[in-house]
């Protein structure tokens, strides 16, 4: 389900087998509903890469988020390219990271005026996280933030 409209359908959704809330935003396509990927990003890419993604007429997409901290230097950039690799590596088709933290969104939504370059990724699309509707901010702020590290 791209464009967002995981949001919108949400709130027209009652709860789910795996845990979501009744009226809260569905998964984000191919991605697990927003903090039910517990498993870290690995399971995930087992899990989505089951899928026969190339039969998909609308696509597929997998949003991970990690935290600044586990991406950083040399061991972060290991760990990065070791996601994506292993993503296509599977017959994965589209894959897309955010790497940012609840902290720095909670703050772009308080003073927007200070975050006006802070873009994410959203779904199939990059935007400007200010110039999102409230709800769909938070769905990105839902996603879990990936903290394992070398």
């Known amino acids: 389900m791209s464009s967002s409209n995981n949001v919108y359908l949400g709130k027209f959704s009652g709860a789910s087998p ?7 935003p569905l998964a ?7 903090g039910r990927d517990w498993n870290g990003p690995t399971a995930n890419i ?8 190339r039969n998909a007429r609308t696509g ?3 949003n991970l988020k990690f935290d600044p901290n586990v991406v950083k ?7 990065l390219s070791n996601i994506i690799k292993s993503y296509f590596a599977k017959d994965g088709e589209h894959i ?3 790497i940012t933290d609840e902290k720095t969104l909670r703050e772009a939504q308080k003073h927007p005026e200070d975050y006006g370059n802070l873009m994410v990724r ?3 699309y990059s935007a400007y996280f200010i110039e999102l509707n409230h709800d769909v901010q938070e769905a990105v702020i839902a996603r879990t933030a990936h903290t394992s590290s070398c």
């Open 18 to 24: 795996c845990g979501r809330l009744a009226f809260t």
């Open 122 to 124: 959203v779904a199939g």
């Open 46 to 53: 087992k899990s989505m890469c089951k899928l026969e993604q």
């Open 73 to 79: 230097g040399v061991c972060g950039i290991e760990i």
């Open 60 to 62: 597929t997409l997998y």
């Open 28 to 34: 984000d396509n191919g991605s697990p509903v927003a």
């Open 96 to 98: 897309q990271i955010n």
